[in-house]
């Protein structure tokens, strides 16, 4: 009984480790505030990722989307899918929103949630600069699987100016 409760005290110690280092890293200085104001019924719905950071849970990864729904409980539905290695995979996970707009808690493994930053958006809902907690996460999203280069150029200024190292970015197959 001592062990296990050892053992299960030990686990959450290191989860809530890895949450708090998430941000708390050496990377560098990147402004990651969220825009003030978003409609979620305009957002929800599937977006195409055009590039991102490169990070463990997308790795290999083409033909990417994201599609958020709404459900009956206020939370949102949030279903990823791509393909690795020629299979389609998929993953399903919550969203929740916050006091601030552009700011969701997302959530693919239990009760462990990360931030979801919105951080440029245009006005018709049509392409969207997301980070998140980390300067080390940040996706382009478009609602078609190509975007015009001056919306590229626009996301990729914006990024820039937020401190992010776009020379970074992945830009994945569609």
């Known amino acids: 009984m001592i062990r296990s409760m050892v053992l299960l005290l030990t686990l959450v110690s290191v989860m809530v480790f890895a949450v708090y280092a998430e941000g708390t890293d050496d990377s560098p200085e990147v402004d990651n505030t969220p825009i003030r104001t ?5 957002y929800l719905g ?3 990722e055009i590039a991102r ?6 790795r290999g990864v083409e ?3 994201a599609e958020y729904s709404l459900m009956d409980n206020g939370k949102i539905k949030v279903v990823n ?7 389609v995979k998929s993953s399903e996970g919550k969203a929740k929103t916050t006091d601030t707009d552009g700011l969701l808690r997302v959530s693919f493994f239990g009760p462990f949630y990360s931030d979801y930053r919105i951080l440029m958006l245009d006005d018709d809902y049509r ?5 998140s907690g980390s300067p080390k996460y940040l996706w ?8 015009p280069d001056d919306v590229k150029a626009s996301l990729l200024l914006e990024a820039r ?3 992010y190292d776009v020379g970074d970015l992945i830009w994945v197959k569609q």
Do not use: C
Request: glycine share 10%; net charge positive.
């Open 53 to 58: 950071f490169d990070h463990s849970f997308e």
């Open 38 to 42: 978003v409609d979620l019924e305009k």
């Open 63 to 65: 033909f990417a989307k």
């Open 161 to 163: 100016l937020r401190g």
């Open 140 to 147: 382009i999203l478009s609602r078609t699987p190509r975007i």
């Open 46 to 48: 599937q977006w195409y």
């Open 127 to 131: 392409y969207a600069l997301v980070g």
């Open 81 to 87: 899918s791509g393909i690795r290695d020629g299979k």
